[in-house]
């Protein structure tokens, strides 16, 4: 698992070095179309080069959102067009049972087109909130704006914590040596959440 993810960080790392903001957009456009891509690593990267001067925070940010539109247009699409029998089909290659439909579809009874606004602030969710938004036929330019907007505020805080951890680390050596040591413990942290959320929803898609 800690050479997956070292292997992922490595091309993350590279697509932004290579392709600067146009990069960031690609990255966080995958990640929005539903493919496991870790916004966490890609907008913190992104900061990083903010801390060196290769980039600007506010335009990393824009950029990261402009993606997050991009990549939700086939989950809105596939939602719109598929609906439920396509989601409860397909949505096993990415864990979405048909709990989270039901609840997806609950969310957006009760708080509309601002599930998008809120949607887009918290992980996990905001990679798959694009889904019930085409279901319910949201308008598609009100999708895009309030998509823009709930992701933006998203990818400055992600950015502007790598900004200060790059900049941290260029100025100060003790940091090397505090983070080789939580290296471990953050491998199995990340190991233990993820085989967990895997385990849950496995087990609860087998009992449907």
Request: aromatic share 14%.
């Amino acid at each position: 698992m800690h050479n997956i993810l070292a292997h992922v960080a490595t091309w993350i790392i590279s697509v932004i070095s290579a392709m600067g903001y146009g990069g960031v957009a690609l990255l966080m456009a995958i990640e929005s179309a539903c493919i496991p891509l870790p916004s966490e690593v890609i907008m913190p990267f992104a900061g990083y080069l903010v801390s060196t001067g290769e980039l600007n925070l506010f335009w990393v940010a824009t950029a990261g959102a402009i993606g997050c539109n991009l990549g939700s247009i086939p989950a809105y699409w596939a939602g719109q067009y598929g609906g439920r029998a396509f989601i409860l089909r397909w949505g096993k290659w990415v864990l979405i049972g048909e709990d989270e439909l039901n609840k997806a579809e609950r969310f957006f009874e009760r708080f509309g087109s601002f599930s998008i606004l809120i949607g887009r602030m918290l992980p996990v969710i905001r990679s798959f909130i694009a889904f019930p938004a085409g279901m319910a036929r949201m308008n598609l330019w009100r999708f895009h704006i309030y998509t823009f907007i709930g992701s933006w505020p998203f990818c400055y805080a992600l950015a502007l914590i790598g900004k200060h951890l790059g900049a941290a680390w260029n100025n100060d050596p003790r940091l090397h040596a505090i983070m080789s040591k939580l290296d471990i413990v953050v491998v199995v942290a990340i190991v233990a959440a993820g085989a967990f959320y895997v385990w849950h929803r496995v087990r609860g898609m087998r009992k449907h």
